[in-house]
């Protein structure tokens, strides 16, 4: 397999011109200034700046001009280039549409293209296709009271029933079942103060034209990605750092101390390091306003601590309901879905409740059979491992079509590499936790599965990990869980996203509900 995708790239390289890829590279490398690298990690990065690089020449035909032309100070405009979500890259109406633009990312959005084009603002999108698969198409745009918005949205809403609900109380008529019309109208009818109301995971962007105002919105446990990095004319922002760094303007750049700061202080580290110059992540439960005067961030959201009064019975109720509750409602889909079943705890509690509302469709209050209502779990490992052994039991016992795969050493060596430029981080235990995903991802997607559940964030919530019981007493043991749950984006969301992503397929958390 390895052999076959080196002789792929290889056909690739030749086919935009091996020559210029190399020029581009030396000029870049002779721009950058020298970087300590640590260890084999260093390596890996310098890789990657080469594969960025690569990413560039690809989209370079959309990029021409973009801060010169439409952007340069002389005509004072201040742009926004998209690429957010499941969004491709960045394009402006003095250059010409090329089909490389939006399929950078043709991984993470493989059904859909769109993409939007105005003097200040230019956005494109890459659709995974999960709800309303035939109206929910993007950029989405309405024009009310003579101000039109648009908007590119990558998540899924888990209150869209009652958003719309409160909407359409307010005269909001709506075209589609697509929660991302659900979002727009919130901002026509809310502003700002709409993103408090919304539960679920996403990213999103929203532009108006007339206020030349470009609002960029982060979910609150921050399950989905979204990068930023400011620019002499403008703002580019994604989902993912590869498609940032496709534009001239941001420079891949390795930052020495971000570098450092994650090799070294891991999981310590703060939540905005990165290891690129210039490029930081929205923080979850926040948005950013991008005008002509200037960029802000501001949060609408934070994770708030209560005293517990409940006894023991009932806190064993109230959980039971809320991660029901909560798992069924992330059962809405209109395409196939699935579980992980590793055969621990969390990942078989989240499983046993998928299975149980399973076979009817949470869209009609589960008066109508779901279509596709048999669910399948799948887990992985080396073979003969103790995990694969609980995972079927647990499969037998609540009724799974269940599908082990087994992978070796060498197959997960030989994954790390791709792993690491897909997931975005150096951080070795996200590495180590990602590469049997990405591999099981890989599977999953060829069997025409498009959503998955799985149970990340219940260790966090629970005090799961073995140093959990070091803590000196109860309010210390509470407050190491709110740390944890306020890094979760730096790490397990992370993986479930991007190695999910990878392969065109969304990850749901329901312990990461905030209702639960």
Known sequence: RHAGSLKAERQRRSAIG????????????????????????????????????????????CYQGIGHRAGSRDNQQRLAFA???????VCTPQTRHDKHTERAQARRGPDQEGIFLSPQCAMAHTRLAVIDVEKGRQPMEVTAGGETYTIVYNGELYNTDEVRDSLAALGHVFRSRS??????????????????????????????????????????????????????????????IDTVL?????????????????????????PESGVFRGISSLLPGSFAVLTPEGFRRTAYW???????????????QRTH??????????????????????????????????????????????????WWPQLHSFAIGLKGAPDLAAARKVADHIGTVHHEINYTVQEGLDAVRDVIYYIETYDVTTVRASTPMYLLARVIKSMGVKMVLSGE?????????????KAPDARAFHEETVRKIGRLHQYDCLRANKSLAAWGIEGRVPFLDTEF
């Open 246 to 270: 496709c534009h001239p303007e941001a420079e891949p750049v390795l930052d020495e101390d971000g570098l450092r700061t994650v090799l070294l202080l891991g999981p310590a580290r703060p």
């Open 457 to 469: 964030g219940a260790d966090e919530i629970f005090g799961g990990y073995l140093y959990f019981h």
């Open 179 to 240: 929660d991302t019309e659900v979002v727009l109208h919130a901002f026509l009818e809310w502003d700002t103060d709409a993103f408090a109301r919304l539960d679920g995971i996403f990213a999103f962007a929203l532009w108006q034209k007339a206020e030349r105002r470009l609002v960029l919105v982060r979910d609150r446990l921050g399950v989905k990605p979204l990068f930023c990095c400011p620019t002499r004319s403008g703002l580019v922002f994604g989902s993912t």
């Open 18 to 61: 091996a020559k210029n890829l190399k020029r581009r590279i030396e000029r870049k490398a002779s721009r950058k200034p020298q970087t300590h690298h640590v260890d084999h990690l260093g390596h890996l990065a310098k890789r990657h700046l080469r594969r960025t690089t690569r990413a560039e020449h690809a989209l370079q035909p």
């Open 321 to 370: 309901d809320l991660i029901t509750d909560a798992a069924q409602r992330q059962l809405v889909s209109d395409v196939p879905l699935a579980c992980f079943l590793s055969g621990g705890l969390d990942s078989s509690i989240i499983s046993a409740v998928a299975k149980k509302y399973a076979d009817r469709r949470v869209e009609s209050n589960d008066r109508d059979r779901a």
């Open 302 to 316: 934070r994770l708030e601590a209560h005293e517990h009064e409940d006894d023991l019975d009932a806190t064993v």
């Open 83 to 89: 690429d957010l979500g499941d969004l491709a890259c």
